[in-house]
């Protein structure tokens, strides 16, 4: 077969393939901003700013309320599709304007601070003035005035056998913030879950102003085997924004934070106590940006902690990524409390409505809720059985006796005192437990007379207290109360992260 005949054939098939597709040869563009017609979801193409946009597809309009009989049916993005940075949210922000300012040398929220007043709310551009923004997710195009369930799926899993994790999002027909809400970061922790549900499923599209996107269970494995941590024994919560190239734990972190996080304009982590703790409700914010402040105060009368966050958790690396972000913390792990479910839904619509999501925005009234810039815990002495006396959300006094820890052996019996006049905002069930445990979490009263170390000077204690509170994690074995440096340490219970194998540029 000569040369001549193979190319005759070979132009021939080409012709077929064009007739087939509807498309003539002279159609075909030979030079466009616009993906070629057929091509597939990966394809991208340049918007007028130079960013790289995914080609999406509409996502199917649904009720979320319905019930869908294989939750593998959902949407998700191939686990091969490259995450693309996400574009500028705002296109009246400069490139390089951080969404939070820089963090001022004090917090200025405070029980008795004018930053608590009406006005020091920053007011964003009215509705009216603004434009609905197109809100592509996870490789679908969610229009206005709809709702829709998506999926994300890491892939780090072993092939065949990762499932995806439901994203709801309901997108307003009026312009508005992308407001997102994450539970189950933890997957031992279900109130937020409950709260998801409740929230997302009761949200009008055609009256919404913005997106609401909810994560309900984003630690699936570890929701699926009733455990805190990832299949690895890792805790998520300390590897965010997390390492394309890291460990598992480093790379689910990281497709999270691309996929979903760096969508949202703000957002609220929900979270429960640790280790049969319970908290009160209560927010964990980082009070020295402007930008938090103004989200907890929209939120209504409850606790508030100043906190930096630890290292590597999701508040922590979502607000230095410029979104403000809260962790809303209410409960214990393992079960559903319906009041703790019921005090985190009144707080998110509360900021739905202080922000003009579901309304004309409303000032916020000024709140009677302490706002604790210092907290510790306080820990057991002596190993044996907890029974408290005193009760979570209790207003207690310098010497008072939160609880007993008895030998069942011996019938020793060793008090646990309150080292300060606070608030008991964290607390451990009754249970056994070992010595050093962390039984109560204290907020203390900015005017008291702290006496946490009796063998240091007045002054010195003084000057422990106008360190910041950086942290709230009762398993961080540094056991310094009031400050409790996340930094110096990645305990997190039952297990020592820094022992497990890892490198540092994977957190």
Known sequence: MGITTIAVRALTLWAMILAATGTAAQEIPQSSSEPLPGSDSKTAASDAEGHSTPKAKPAKNVDLKDVIEDPAQ???VPASTPVTPVADKDATTAPNTPLIPEASTQPALSETSSARDDASITVPASPATQTKRQLILLGAEVLPG???????????????????????????????????????????????IETVRRVLYNIDADTLSGAVIGVPIVNLQGFRAGSRYLADRRDLNRFFPGNPQGSAASRIAFSFFEEIIRHCDMLIDLHTGSFRRT???????????????????????IVVLQSKGAKGSLRRAASEAGIPTVTLEAGAPNELNKNAVEDSVKSIRAAFAGLGLTGPRKSPK???????????????????????????????????????????????????????????????????????FAAYHLGIDPTADV???????????????????????????????????????????????????DDESGR
């Not at 892939?155 to 997102?180: D, E």
């Not at 914010?285 to 402040?293: G, H, K, R, T, V």
């Not at 709230?472 to 310094?480: C, G, H, I, L």
């Not at 297990?495 to 194998?501: A, H, S, V």
Request: hydrophobic content about 40%; charged content about 20%.
């Open 74 to 76: 959902l949407s998700a």
């Open 279 to 301: 908290n009160l409700p209560q927010l964990r914010a980082d009070l020295s940006y402007p930008a938090i402040q103004d989200l907890a105060q929209t939120m209504g009368r």
């Open 146 to 192: 709809t709702t829709t369930r998506l999926a994300w799926t890491p892939s780090v899993s072993f092939l065949g056998i990762s499932a995806p994790t439901s994203v709801l999002v309901v997108n307003g027909v009026k312009p508005g913030p992308n407001v997102c809400l994450t539970a189950a970061v933890h997957g031992d922790e279900i109130n937020g």
């Open 451 to 501: 006496l946490i170390y009796p063998d240091r000077s007045i002054e010195a204690q003084d000057a422990l207290l106008l360190a910041p509170a950086d942290d709230e994690d009762p398993d961080n074995d540094q056991n310094v109360p009031l400050t409790d440096e996340p930094d110096a340490e990645e305990a997190t219970g039952l297990i020592r992260t820094d022992l497990l194998e």
């Open 366 to 436: 000024r709140s009677n809720a302490p706002v604790y810039y210092q907290s510790t815990w306080i820990r057991a002495s002596e190993g044996g059985i907890l029974i408290s006396e005193a009760k979570l959300g209790a207003t207690v006094k310098r010497g008072d006796v939160l609880g007993a820890v008895t030998n069942p052996i011996t019938n020793e019996r060793s008090e646990i005192v309150s080292p300060s006049n606070g608030r008991i905002i964290g607390m451990a069930l009754n249970q056994v437990m070992h010595p050093g």
